[in-house]
């Protein structure tokens, strides 16, 4: 078997029939379909077996207990047997051709360890994210280190928006989706790939992203969170040593005036705008990238407001 398609469910019922469907409805038959259920409490189980009964293409499997995002997908990853995997997310939908495309680039370009493509968002009439959010397109095939240092390390924005498909002996031998990387685990095990094998990319809408999200999904994917930049941060970080080594001051130097860059901004947001929740919640902020006038600055609005 040449892939399994591994679709991550939790509480999704409202788009996971779309989703399931899309997946199904493929051109490309050598695949198997894992739905993995991270132990939803709203009808998404039942839907997945109803499903189950009606296509022998599908393993349903479900979490021993809520594991969130990370645990779902290494645990539907063990169950794989196909020579590639691919993540899917219950609130996407994918065209007919996405698993042949995908599969074609992986097995034509036996030095690719990754591959992803672009996205439309129908909901809001765009049909090409990449051309509207990155304004760029990519190479076929990338030169992973050169991704890595120019696309992935340069800007705090991953274009690899968490689907994608890659080796499974890759997965195994990264450990898959890292814990410590929380809800950003996609973009930490992009640039680990990227870091010694090339990238495949595919300049189609291959996939249709959802804007309207149920009202169930974790805040920390549709509003502002301190935490979410501190994963981010301790991704870039991480990966920055591994590719300019431990003792290369001048990007060490440019990352952290990034990071303080960014705090900053942040926090003159929360006081333009009147966001005060940005400011309350600044601590959990902090971090050990930082310079230390971001510490002076914090600490001088949290006096102001009294926090």
Request: glycine share 4%; charged share 25%.
């Amino acid at each position: 078997m040449l892939l399994s398609a591994c679709l991550l469910s939790y509480n999704s019922a409202p788009t996971l029939e779309k989703a399931i469907k899309s997946a199904l409805n493929q051109d490309f038959t050598d695949y198997e379909l894992i739905i993995s259920d991270d132990c939803s409490t709203d009808r998404s189980w039942e839907l997945i077996n109803d499903y189950t009964k009606l296509n022998n293409r599908i393993s349903a499997v479900r979490t021993p207990r809520n594991a969130g995002v990370v645990g779902n997908a290494n645990f539907a990853v063990t169950q794989a047997k196909g020579k590639y995997v691919a993540i899917l997310h219950h609130d996407d939908e994918f065209r007919p051709d996405l698993f042949r495309k995908w599969v074609d680039v992986m097995e034509e370009n036996p030095g690719v360890g990754l591959c992803f493509n672009d996205y439309s968002c129908k909901e809001m009439n765009i049909p090409s994210l990449h051309a509207k959010h990155l304004k760029k397109s990519y190479d076929k095939i990338l030169n992973g280190r050169y991704f890595l240092k120019n696309h992935l390390l340069n800007h705090w924005g991953c274009p690899v928006w968490g689907s994608y498909i890659t080796r499974k002996a890759i997965w195994k031998e990264l450990n898959g989706f890292n814990p410590l990387y929380g809800i950003l685990p996609d973009v930490g095990l992009t640039m680990r790939i990227a870091l010694s094998w090339n990238i495949g990319y595919i300049n189609e809408p291959l996939m249709d992203l959802k804007r309207v999200k149920p009202e169930q999904y974790p805040k920390e994917y549709t509003e502002f969170s301190w935490k979410r930049w501190i994963i981010l941060f301790d991704i870039h970080a991480v990966n920055i040593k591994r590719v300019y080594g431990e003792k290369n001051l001048y990007h060490w130097f440019k990352f952290r005036v990034k990071v303080s860059y960014e705090i900053i901004k942040w926090l003159m947001y929360g006081v333009i705008r009147k966001k005060e929740k940005i400011i309350k919640d600044a601590n959990e902020g902090v971090n050990d990238y930082e310079f230390f006038f971001v510490k002076i600055f914090r600490s001088f609005l949290l006096n102001i407001y009294r926090i």
